[in-house]
């Protein structure tokens, strides 16, 4: 699953043109669940920039620990705490990473997932609101994982979806039926990820030195063709 986030400065107008941010992109060395995060959703046909809390918390759910930050690909038409969210809120959540940990005999190594060239990423997200009031609210999300690529698998054997930059505005639309939604939520291509592992320092939430997402190692990745 995907509980850790690293998020740089990002150049999304570049990436999305049409964007508007009323907000500044939120960003951190190692963004944990339970806290704001920026997103991408269209509101009255515009692509804007806002924050949610991480945890998606429906109006009906009674303990704020129960909120998930995750949901499977395979479970958003079938769970009632995802099916509404993803017939008609869908977002997108920048990231520039996302921390992974392997097993070893004697602990877990942190990863850091990223682009191959270390580019912008385009997470699926869900998201809800929940009204305090009549004029107050609190909006929530979850990211949308998916099983991990053959490249990958050894380091975990789940990661959230990535949506191109192409297809970002038809998963968004509320318009776009799940079934065709659900068609681009795949296992990224071989080529576009690649990962390295960093300090174990990340395991802490609380540490947000830009060290965290340092490697410590050889990036593992696809070899292009050229390469082989």
Not at 31 to 54: D, M, Q, T
Not at 141 to 165: K, N
Not at 191 to 199: C, H, I, K, M, N
Request: hydrophobic content about 45%; proline content about 13%.
């Amino acid at each position: 699953m995907a509980g850790r986030l690293h998020i740089a400065p990002l150049d999304l107008e570049r990436l999305l043109p049409e964007l508007v941010a009323d907000t500044p992109l939120i960003t951190g060395a190692n963004l944990a669940p339970r806290r704001p995060l920026s997103i991408l959703r269209l509101e009255g046909g515009r692509l804007r920039l806002v924050n949610a809390f991480w945890g998606l918390t429906p109006p009906w759910l009674k303990v704020l620990d129960h909120a998930p930050h995750c949901a499977r690909a395979e479970a958003l038409t079938s769970r009632p705490m995802f099916c509404e969210a993803f017939g008609a809120r869908r977002c997108l959540i920048p990231v520039s990473g996302v921390y992974v940990w392997k097993s070893q005999p004697r602990f877990k190594q942190p990863f850091l997932v990223t682009r191959v060239d270390r580019g912008p990423l385009l997470l699926a997200g869900l998201w809800c609101r929940f009204h305090t009031t009549l004029s107050a609210y609190t909006d929530s999300m979850a990211l949308i994982t998916v099983p991990t690529g053959p490249l990958l698998a050894p380091l975990t054997d789940r990661l959230p979806a990535v949506i191109d930059p192409g297809a970002a505005r038809h998963w968004l639309d509320p318009r776009t039926p799940p079934v065709q939604a659900q068609t681009l939520l795949a296992p990224a291509p071989g080529e576009l990820l690649g990962a390295f592992p960093v300090s174990r320092q990340v395991n802490d939430p609380a540490n947000q030195d830009p060290a965290c997402a340092h490697p410590t190692g050889p990036m593992l990745r696809q070899p292009m063709p050229q390469e082989r």
